[in-house]
DNA sequence: ACTAATATTGTAAGCGCTTACATAAATAAT
DNA sequence: ATTATTTATGTAAGCGCTTACAATATTAGT
């Protein structure tokens, strides 16, 4: 592989005069351009970017941490935002946190060894304290799905309780007044903030909110399932089943199939996150839609526009979660 | 950040000294190797990985190109491939190819630039040519899903062409004779190949295929909707259904529903690839498994063997398609 | 104790690039 | 034409690390 030097030799022209023409951050006489860029043409030249990095002290990557890298969730994510990067030059470096303090440091430790310029974080169990001390260093950090007291301006982020009450506010409006809730781990804000819509949402209805009909799940699968299976045994009633995320609001729908209970006719459900086979399932399940690719979108116009200085329209960190209908919550209870 | 030079100053020893407890690769007598460590510690040295690289002209990095960072499909593989890694403490540069030629190639190039160790590509569009030109220069490439010949032994895959063999007899001995398929885009391996097992499984019956119930998807959901109107509205007779993928059978069956077709009562539906919502589906899909996240694994412990020489056991290249019986076939139509 | 062999450490030359600064060439001002 | 500006190019010092090779210290052999 070809060096700068040997481009410069070639070209009759210093190592400087390369470097400028490559980075095309100076200018360069026209000849000598047209010199240059022929010699690396017939060298077949390609910047060696360890190390342009290691000069510039600047990687041009940029390190995400998500939770998982399967699941619809974090696909759609990472989609959103490897194509935002992809088009500006930058690399993206992936780290898995799988939802544990310690793994979810390692993995970020390992992205600022790695040199990123910049850290996109779908931290979830690291503390405030950790991320707010981390952002005191001098690496930026953009954060999504998380509002962190102090670093409001690098969240991007949706209202999560806002989306809990809004879900549950449409089953009220249907008539239904019996509620389950299916939560994810409570211990994530995420889930706790979608929780205390929905508590919310009885509240202002006055309705009342029975405490045995709550289920924390895990945000999989098998949490809705379990979640729905728990709730039933209860012998409580309810006419609808509020779920903190879709995928255990699938597990829930398979559930109920089993138990004989028909949806919607019998039990709403709906879900939250509107991931990508929401529109699968069977019935097709109403849901919030959660924008998370465009958010990851964001983040990255965040750090293209911040970090790296490419000048971005239209950014945005706060996101409404929308009401999505399909099949799921029946039409009218009354 | 501290330096190396910082390190070795206050321990009182050379540069190389310190290198060399940090790459633990040569003898340091025990003294020297405390005082080293301590100071480290003291000073919270990282080694800077850019300088690690650029210097021992190692990046501890592969690149790891997919079609799309979503989907369950390539989810699961990222997440193979990752923690095997993440162990192993080499970093996963992920860029997308799209399943364009071109795309595919500028994203190799990209992962090229970075200096990248090894490469795990799940390439779509490339020709085989420009594969085993690629193989010849000096970066070790490993293959998933894709044999090409003269380069088998760095070709993690799976016998597509068995798996749609296994599919369709499975059908066959429960006695379906008339068959449709709803292809994936044929111009990829994996869909013509999967295409082919189905045809010979026909032809091994002595059963005869009917071109005119061949239906060319996409591989998406909608291209599995689309099928199943479409070999519907041809007026053609067909009791069982095999698709591309699970994706396409999704499609399949929430369009089934939609025109009142029952499955697997009045048609049989069977998937390919097993991808982690195939079992919340309605009917719950029987289907071809896939186990592309420990394909994913494989081909980065390949990667680990040969290119880092962290040796590995339990190596494997073929795997071996199953069938995984769930609701959407029925017992025995006989 | 003295040499040979071996184990440990240090020296210094890069890796391929960027960039402050110095120099030279071209243009403008008088 | 002469000096002041501006523009274009070159020089060389790093960036933080690895690694031949050289030098020194230690141990073994006799």
Redesign the pocket.
């Known amino acids: 592989?070809?060096?700068?030097?040997e481009?410069?030799e070639l070209a009759?022209?210093?190592?400087?005069?390369?470097?400028?023409v490559?980075?095309k951050?100076?200018?360069?006489?026209d000849?000598?351009?047209a010199k240059v860029i022929s010699a690396m043409e017939t060298l077949g030249?390609?910047?060696?970017s360890?190390?342009?990095s290691?000069?510039?002290?600047?990687s041009n990557s940029v390190g995400l941490l998500v939770s998982e890298l399967h699941g619809p969730f974090f696909g759609a994510m990472m989609s959103g935002i490897e194509s935002e990067f992809r088009g500006a030059g930058k690399h993206t470096i992936v780290a898995a946190g799988h939802s544990d303090e310690q793994t979810e440091k390692d993995s970020i430790e390992f992205l600022i060894n790695r040199n990123c310029d910049a850290l996109i974080l779908h931290a979830e169990a690291v503390s405030d304290e950790y991320l707010i001390q981390l952002s005191k260093q001098k690496i930026p950090l953009t954060l999504i799905n998380r509002l962190v007291k102090g670093l409001e301006d690098r969240c991007v982020c949706l209202d999560n309780e806002q989306g809990g009450y809004l879900a549950t506010q449409s089953l009220i409006e249907k008539g239904h007044t019996q509620f389950a809730y299916i939560a994810g781990p409570l211990w994530k804000n995420d889930a706790q903030d979608r929780l205390n819509g929905h508590k919310r949402a009885l509240r202002e209805s006055g309705l009342e909110q029975n405490p045995a009909l709550i289920y924390e799940g895990n945000f999989q699968q098998d949490g809705g399932r379990l979640g729905i299976e728990t709730l039933h045994n209860t012998g409580h009633a309810f006419t609808a089943i509020v779920c903190g995320n879709d995928e255990m609001a699938s597990g829930a729908l398979t559930m109920s199939r089993e138990l004989n209970i028909a949806v919607p006719q019998q039990i709403s459900v709906i879900g939250f996150d509107n991931i990508i086979y929401a529109d699968y399932l069977y019935p097709k399940l109403t849901t919030i839609d959660y924008p998370v690719q465009l958010m990851g979108q964001m983040a990255a116009k965040l750090v293209l526009n911040e970090t790296y200085k490419i000048k971005q329209n239209e950014l945005r960190l706060h996101f409404i979660p929308k009401l999505v209908t399909r099949d799921s919550c029946d039409k009218n209870l009354m």
Chains 1, 2 share one sequence.
């Not at 592989?1 to 030097?5: D, E, F, G, H, L």
């Not at 210093?14 to 400028?20: C, D, G, P, Q």
């Not at 030249?45 to 060696?48: C, H, Q, T």
């Open positions: 592989m070809a060096t700068i030097y481009v410069s009759g022209v210093s190592l400087a005069t390369v470097s400028r490559v980075n951050n100076a200018r360069v006489s000849k000598t351009k030249y390609r910047p060696n360890i190390a342009q290691l000069a510039s002290n600047r």
